[in-house]
């Protein structure tokens, strides 16, 4: 579940702590612990990101159907 904190974070936040979790985890050097939670970090910033982009979508895909409702009854009024 995330957080309040998470919950305020904007995408580009998200991405960006999201973006040096990986490149943390990929350099290695960190003991199992650290690797660990560094993956439960970036799974929750993963779950942000995902619910920005959701969001993004539902918000486009209204807007598409709203000017579509618009056009057809444009186009029956003609």
């Known amino acids: 579940m995330t957080s309040k904190v998470d919950e305020a974070l904007s995408y580009e936040q998200a991405r960006d702590e999201l973006i ?7 350099a290695g050097g960190t003991t ?5 939670t560094l ?5 929750e910033l993963a779950k942000v990101c995902r619910r920005w982009l959701e ?7 209204a807007a598409l159907a709203e000017e579509e409702a618009r056009e057809e009854a444009q186009e029956e009024s003609e």
């Open 55 to 61: 969001g993004a979508r539902a918000r486009l895909d």
């Open 20 to 26: 040096e979790v990986v490149r943390r985890l990929e």
């Open 39 to 43: 993956w439960e970090r970036g799974e």
């Open 32 to 36: 199992l612990e650290e690797s660990l």
